[in-house]
């Protein structure tokens, strides 16, 4: 494991910093309006969560408490990878615990466990243009942004409904900011779409390699693209959280042998531990009634 | 506009941040805080010596946020004032301007304040491309005297904040109609500060509304 | 029964001892040293300098050695140092015309003041692989006699592209009459769209040399509306000045080995302007020839608009050009696939099975009427 001797705390210069904070502040002035800054590299390739982690080095102080999840997991590859660079560059505590956490930055999940005032959520984006899929060209978006001229995307959707029978987005599900600003909410499943909405934590969002910061403000409306006879739904399943039996939670499913057999568990491993955690201390709590 | 560039007397300079790497974060995440959260009146933990007729939140918003890149406007007395510019000059680098509609940060004593249409709205494409407007105020409070909602506010909230003129206060209300067009406003009182960004929406209350 | 699919941090670790072991190689070999590749690989050192935008031949070539003479993870290790460098100052322009030359050629005239010197090439050798680097290594330089010694170089001469301008016959540089005007620096601000010619040109030095070479050879082969003349490719040390503020005057604070290649493109002129040539610029550090031509032949491409030429392919749209051009974005975004994603991929397969689901019954209902 390197050290970081050398550089600065949280690795990104002061002056880097400064510009990536004052981005952050307009992002927050004008909700789900993407800001260009300008995107420094970062140890760790781009679209690796190189513009969350700009976000969260600019953000993050001595009494901050960092949590880094990837797919909802504390300890997938990635996020243990961007826990380390925090530990050793900043020396900050680090936590697995959502509850106890100041500063989460996930990549493609919003933790189960509600989040509070005060907290920050800093998700990492790679590619912040909602409409990029329907016009490449960042002149013609941009415009489109500044007309509220979003009918393309109705238009998408309603191409689904017309063929599926329903709107086919799963994840990356475009949402409204606050009734002006069309939002790619980053790859998080639909499942987790409804959360964004009037969430008491704040929410930003890094894009590195785009170069674009934005962000939602504590209690702000979140509102999912749908149509009045095709309302937005989540995923749901038929099984429960072969762990936790959770029947609620986003579940990831694991092949476990070679026939294919598969079970399903908690993407949130923080989420299951701790329900986890619960049962066995009700359990225990019960025998000792019963004892 | 043209850069102004007022000599650094070394006579005038005081001292920064004592540590400028945390003590330049933890400003940055009040000024964070009040900025996500418009109209929460934040109080800065931090006391440091002010230079001349800056207040000592001000002092920390600017070191915390200005440096060589941002383009500063100051109201004339600020502007006026050696301990300030040279102050300005020695820790941020900022290049003091004449003209407040190229400005990044305009920075006003209360009572001059820059006539909002003539600070930078930003573009209807790049609204972020807009001054930020610090201003000193005698008096900072939650009394009910405007009602304010928008993002970041759960329901709703009550902010007081003095020495406004009337002209100004009905040209930030109205400025709302132009979102997402705007300045976004930092008030700063002693330790005190709070933001109100361009998407805070303002309602004047009437004098009985504050009695119940 | 739950079999753990996440890595964590063993993992981790371990690859990181067996990448370090992988790249040792067999241990009886000797070492390479960083000295013997910065000496060397030279090609390769200057390649890592150009797209890691930092001239230091020796971290280039640490970064080859750690990257195994992986050039795209070299130039991604020398970005992310130099990221992290402070700005002490800004150097006055370089002025490539005082070059010390030591190769410069011409393709659009035969003699030239000054002359054409052929210098350290490959253009001319047959590709032939020589056993004899295989078996006793490289023979000794002095029995290879070269007739002009490392130290015979053209002092400074005038640029072939300045004869052509004496008679009108090629544009001025089109943004000259913005002399004051500072260019945006790349490396701090974002692009935005549509940039201006020296952001465009900054993206290109450090783009991918691949990617520019092929969208030159299309621009070549139809694919735009390029039919260029290498008017002039030069290489040579060339010194970089500063004017500290205390002293108020320019100071030598060193030079750069830099190749500069101008190219000739023809221009058929408009109401307003009579037929005349046009100019497309590169500029690298090292003896980066391929990289200097293929970046002067782009940036013409994507002169199209400016020159009112109608944009019809991707090496004329900047958006697409400029936005894929970093080989450390560009590697980023393809190898974060790589990264799990369980989450989206499970969204999916709700969504399919669903969408299966729904038909299936639709079907059997269908045939059951």
């Known amino acids: 494991m390197s050290t970081a001797t050398g550089y600065n705390f949280a690795y990104l210069d002061e002056q880097s910093k400064r510009m990536i904070r004052r981005a952050i502040l307009k992002a927050v002035a004008i909700p789900g309006y993407q800001v260009p800054f300008g995107g420094r590299e970062m140890p760790l390739p781009h679209g690796w969560g190189t513009g969350g982690m700009q976000v969260t080095a600019s953000v993050i102080g001595e009494a901050d408490r960092l949590k880094v999840i990837d797919q909802g997991a504390d300890d997938t590859t990635n996020a243990v990878s961007i826990r380390r660079f925090f530990a050793t560059t900043a020396g900050v505590e680090t936590t697995e615990s959502t509850a106890a956490a100041s500063l989460i930055q996930t990549r493609h999940r919003i933790p189960e466990t509600p989040l509070q005032a005060d907290q920050i959520l800093i998700y990492q984006v790679p590619i912040p243009e909602p409409l990029r899929f329907i016009e490449p060209r960042e002149t013609e978006t941009r415009k489109m942004h500044a007309l509220s001229e979003y009918g393309a995307m109705q238009v998408k959707l309603y191409e689904d409904v017309a063929r599926f029978g329903h709107i086919a987005t799963s994840y990356d599900y475009p949402v409204m900011v606050n009734n002006r600003y069309m939002m790619d909410p980053s790859p998080i499943p639909k499942f987790d779409n409804p959360k964004m909405n009037r969430m008491p934590a704040l929410q930003l969002f890094g894009a590195g390699f785009e170069k674009r910061i934005y962000a939602v403000p504590p209690y702000t409306e979140v509102k999912s693209l749908d149509f009045d006879d095709y309302p937005f739904e989540v995923q749901r399943w038929d099984e429960n959280c072969a762990i936790c039996g959770s029947d609620h939670s986003f579940l990831d499913e694991v092949i476990i042998d070679d026939a294919g057999s598969k079970m399903f568990v908690c993407s949130d491993t923080d989420y299951c531990r701790s329900r986890q955690t619960n049962a066995t201390e009700s359990a225990t709590a019960t025998e000792e009634t019963l004892s | 506009m043209a850069v102004l560039t007022p000599t650094v007397n070394s006579n005038a300079l005081i001292a920064g941040f004592d540590d400028p790497v945390q003590h330049g974060q933890q400003v940055f995440r009040a000024l964070l805080k009040a900025m996500s959260e418009p109209g929460t009146l934040i109080e800065l933990e931090l006391n440091l010596a002010t230079p001349g007729l800056l207040n000592n939140s001000t002092w920390q918003t600017l070191l915390s946020l200005l440096d060589a890149d941002t383009q500063l406007w100051l109201s004339p007395r600020l502007n006026s004032d050696e301990r300030v510019t040279s102050n300005l000059r020695f820790h941020c680098q900022s290049p003091i301007i004449d003209g407040s509609k190229a400005a990044d940060f305009a920075v006003a004593l209360a009572d001059e304040l820059p006539v909002l249409r003539d600070l930078n709205w930003g573009t209807s494409e790049y609204p972020d491309r807009s001054t930020t407007l610090i201003v000193q105020v005698p008096a900072l409070s939650d009394e009910p005297h405007w009602e304010l909602t928008g993002p970041g506010i759960e329901s709703r909230k009550t902010a007081r904040i003095a020495g406004l003129s009337e002209e100004f206060r009905l040209a930030l209300i109205n400025s709302r109609k132009r979102f997402p067009l705007g300045v976004d406003c930092i008030f700063c009182c002693g330790s005190k500060l709070l933001a109100l960004p361009r998407s805070t929406q303002i309602r004047e209350m009437r004098p009985e509304e504050g009695e119940a | ?369």
């Open chain 3, 1 to 369: 029964m739950y079999v753990a699919v996440k890595g964590g941090e063993k993992a981790i670790d371990n690859a990181h001892a067996l990448m370090r072991k992988t790249r040792r190689g067999d241990e009886s070999i000797t070492e390479l040293t960083v000295e013997q590749i910065r000496e060397q690989l030279p090609l390769a050192v200057d390649r890592v300098m150009n797209e890691g935008s930092v001239y230091d031949p020796e971290l280039a070539a640490l970064a080859l050695k750690q990257a195994s003479g992986d050039a795209v993870e070299a130039i991604f290790l020398l970005r992310a140092y130099r990221t992290t460098l402070p700005r002490i100052g800004y150097s006055e322009p370089l002025d490539t015309e005082a070059m010390q030359i030591e190769r410069r050629i011409s393709g659009t005239f035969k003699d030239l003041p000054g002359g054409q010197v052929l210098g350290s090439t490959y253009d001319y050798t047959h590709r032939l692989l020589d056993f004899t680097l295989l078996a006793e290594g490289e023979a000794p330089i002095s029995a290879l006699d070269p007739e002009t010694s490392d130290e015979e170089t053209l002092d400074a001469c005038p640029r072939v592209l300045e004869l052509l301008n004496k008679e009108g016959l090629i544009e001025q540089s089109r943004e000259a009459d913005e002399a004051d005007h500072t260019p945006a620096d790349l490396t701090r601000e974002p692009v935005n769209y549509p940039a201006e010619r020296a952001v465009r040109l900054q993206n290109l030095v450090r783009g991918d040399e691949g990617f520019l070479l092929s969208l030159s050879y299309a621009s070549m082969r139809g694919y735009g509306d390029s039919h260029p003349f290498a008017g002039e490719l030069r290489s040579g040390r060339v010194n970089v000045e500063l004017v500290p503020e205390e002293l108020g005057f320019a100071i030598e604070i060193g030079d750069l080995f830099l190749t500069e290649c101008e190219m000739v493109n023809q221009f058929h002129g408009n109401k307003n302007q009579p037929p005349q040539f046009t100019r497309g610029y590169g500029l690298a550090f090292g003896r980066s020839e391929r990289k200097a031509m293929s970046v002067a032949l782009v940036e013409r491409s994507l002169r199209a608009e400016e020159l009112g030429e109608e944009v019809l392919y991707p090496n004329q749209d900047q958006e697409f050009v400029l936005s894929h051009s970093d080989c450390v974005s560009a590697n980023g975004f393809v190898s974060h696939l790589k990264l799990p994603h369980y989450v989206d991929f499970q969204s999916e397969l709700e969504m399919i099975r669903r969408l299966r689901r729904e038909i299936a019954a639709a079907t059997d209902e269908e045939n059951n009427k």
